[in-house]
């Protein structure tokens, strides 16, 4: 099974600070990664499919990058509804996801 | 509007079942495929299976391999999953999320306790 590991696990920032979340997979799933942003008492978010393709209404400061095996999240500017914790997946076709353990992003 | 409502959730005492359902709507529900991801309290997600669109290919997470069943039934526009033999280690919110290789649109959760 492919395994998903994200780091850190917990992020302190500030509002405007440029935020990077990485995404490590086990082995290759070429582009075959999807982020989340989550909010307690939520479901879920898509942010980001096929490891850069923004979602649609997602706002522009989110941005995916990474191929193979490593890949990114970043934050650009840091805004106060982006504090929320965010999950990497794994979807290497049609076969069961894999999601990592996920980053929280607290404010500083 | 794409709409996923999830139903079924409740306490029940382990070893125990319970059955989830998911009405789906604003899509055309036969044309894709559907999962199963569950997040036990303070936890992070976990998919526990998927379905294809005619019901002919399941996969599962190893965990749950034997004592879950997904199923579908396309003209009610419905997923279901029935949980058998259920563990403390179940305890969780249950989405279904619509299936493209990842979730575009999720249900708001149903949350299953597993508790004597």
């Known amino acids: 099974d492919i395994q998903m590991t994200q780091s850190p696990s917990t992020l302190s920032a500030s509002v405007g600070d440029r935020v990077t979340i990485s995404c490590r997979a086990s082995q290759n799933i070429s582009t075959w990664l999807a982020w989340y942003q989550q909010k307690p008492g939520q479901a879920p978010k898509l942010l980001i499919y096929k490891a850069s393709s923004l979602e649609s209404g997602v706002p522009s400061r989110f941005s995916g990058s990474g191929s193979g095996t490593e890949f990114t999240l970043t934050i650009s500017s840091l805004q106060p509804d982006d504090f929320a914790t965010y999950y990497c997946?794994?979807?290497?076709?049609?076969?069961?996801?894999?999601f990592g353990q996920g980053t929280k992003v607290e404010i500083k | 509007e794409v709409q996923l409502v999830e139903s079924g959730g409740g306490l029940v005492q382990p070893g125990g079942s319970l059955r989830l359902s998911c009405v789906a709507s604003g899509f055309t529900f036969s044309s894709y495929w559907m999962s199963w991801v569950r997040q036990a309290p303070g936890k992070g997600l976990e998919w526990v299976a998927n379905?294809?669109?005619?019901?002919?290919?399941?996969y599962y997470v190893d965990s749950v391999k034997g004592r879950f069943t997904i199923s579908r039934d396309n003209a009610k526009n419905s997923l279901y999953l029935q949980m058998n033999s259920l563990r403390a280690e179940d305890t969780a919110v249950y989405y279904c999320a619509r299936d493209s290789g990842y979730g575009r649109y999720w249900g708001q959760g149903a949350l299953v306790t597993v508790s004597s």
């Open positions: 997946q794994q979807n290497n076709g049609y076969s069961p996801w894999t």
């Open positions: 379905i294809k669109q005619d019901g002919s290919e399941i």
